[in-house]
């Protein structure tokens, strides 16, 4: 009965964190139509935009150590719910913020929350596998793209009938609503480890750095489109608000299918060979995005690049959490930590750049980075292994 019951409760834990995925994704892609409102309200220049999504991106990266130690302390759950809580106002204090200033500090605030949140997501995850005896976390992903997809649609579309503040308001309200539900569900740790005398130390081994490259290659595209599709479509192409939307939108859809189906992919073909099959796709839907001469047509383009990015990333952590002689903590503490750099940092020098030269040479650009990664395909061959259940 007591394993029966402890089944129910993991599998009940499973769409519990689940939904916070969910959550976290339709916060970020409700972030990305409001993009091109910021510029006009505040009456910014791009350069001045990137430094605020810079912001965004220093607030998350300062934040995700501390969330790691958090949770050594306090348990994954207690962290997560707290976490999320607060993400979920993030964006209506951007929307609220009268002028540049307070929209820096808001969008530090909001990256360092979602950030946290991310972190403390992905970490309970794992405690699900390990209750569960199997892997959830590709799915999980799934549900973070399905959210992006989510916000990135509809946040268009509301923002251009209702406004923007609304629209931030009701985000607001569906993240705590989510979360509200999810929280009793979440599952736990038997009891939170910290190693008080534990020191830090890089590892040596080149090898973990070249995967970070992996992810960091395959992750500056997602930011490139997350944060500046919609200024591309609406500025470049002429689309209108609605449309614009779903640059992200599109990208975020395909990407959220394939992850869903990640997993028996990769069992089937392997992953070096997923990896380099997808990075060609999605170098292929990038190139054409910044070729397109069509709002719908880049549409299209950034959907086929979501396709193939959608099992770079999953892969590339996997890998660094593999990693031969290395603690599994360390290795994806280190092809983590670069990978986010890339979704966060990297857009605002994206932003400087595309002042100067416009958005179209800066996604034919980024294509040449998947490229490389499916020349550096070989590094994947750690994410092959078999998952063994939690006794």
């Given at each position: 009965m007591d394993a029966t019951n402890s089944t129910v409760t993991a599998a009940r834990g499973r769409w519990a964190v689940a939904a916070?995925?969910?959550?976290?994704?339709?916060l970020t892609g409700s972030?990305?139509?409001?993009?091109?409102?910021?510029?006009?309200?505040?009456?910014?220049?791009?350069?001045?935009?990137?430094?605020l999504i810079l912001c965004f991106g220093l607030g998350a990266l300062s934040a995700m150590p501390w969330s790691?130690?958090?949770?050594?302390?306090?348990?994954?759950?207690?962290?997560?719910?707290?976490?999320?809580?607060?993400?979920?106002?993030?964006?209506?204090?951007?929307a609220l913020s009268p002028n540049v200033w307070i929209a820096a500090v808001a969008l530090y605030a909001f990256g360092a929350l979602a950030g946290s949140m991310d972190v403390a997501m992905n970490a309970n995850a794992v405690v699900v596998e390990q209750k569960l005896g199997r892997a959830v976390m590709s799915s999980s992903h799934g549900?973070?793209?399905?959210?992006?997809?989510?916000?990135?649609?509809l946040?268009?579309?509301?923002?251009?009938?209702?406004?923007?503040?609304?629209?931030?308001?009701i985000v607001t309200v569906i993240a705590l609503a989510a979360v509200a539900v999810a929280i009793p569900r979440l599952v736990s740790e038997e009891r939170p480890v910290h190693h008080e005398h534990a020191k830090f130390a890089l590892p040596r081994t080149?090898?973990?750095?070249?995967v970070g490259l992996l992810a960091l290659f395959s992750m500056i595209p997602e930011g490139a489109v997350l944060d500046w599709g919609a200024l591309y479509l609406r500025q470049e192409l002429g689309a209108d608000l609605a449309t614009a939307g779903f640059a992200y939108a599109g990208f975020a859809a395909t990407m959220a299918m394939m992850r869903f189906l990640g997993d028996r992919v990769r069992n089937r073909y392997g992953a070096v060979t997923t990896l380099r099959v997808?990075?060609?796709?999605?170098?292929?839907?990038?190139?054409?995005a910044g070729l397109s001469p069509w709002p719908w047509l880049a549409i299209a383009a950034f959907a086929f690049c979501g396709f193939g990015i959608a099992n770079m990333v999953p892969i590339a952590f996997s890998a660094g959490g593999n990693q031969p002689g290395m603690a599994s903590g360390?290795?994806?503490a280190i092809v983590t930590t670069m990978g986010y750099s890339g979704i966060l940092m990297a857009p605002s020098g994206i932003g400087f750049t595309a002042e100067h030269t416009g958005f179209g040479p800066v996604f034919i650009a980024l294509s040449a980075l998947l490229v490389v990664v499916c020349l550096m395909g070989s590094l994947a061959r750690t994410a092959d292994f078999t998952a063994q259940p939690a006794e």
């Open positions: 916070m995925f969910l959550v976290n994704g339709f972030w990305a139509p409001q993009i091109p409102l910021v510029l006009t309200r505040l009456e910014i220049t791009e350069f001045t935009l990137g430094l790691g130690y958090l949770m050594s302390k306090h348990g994954t759950r207690k962290v997560l719910t707290v976490f999320a809580l607060l993400a979920s106002f993030g964006l209506l204090a951007v549900f973070w793209s399905l959210g992006g997809f989510a916000g990135g649609a946040g268009g579309i509301f923002i251009q009938s209702y406004g923007y503040l609304p629209h931030a308001v080149p090898t973990v750095y070249l997808s990075s060609l796709i999605a170098a292929a839907g990038m190139c054409v360390t290795g994806m």
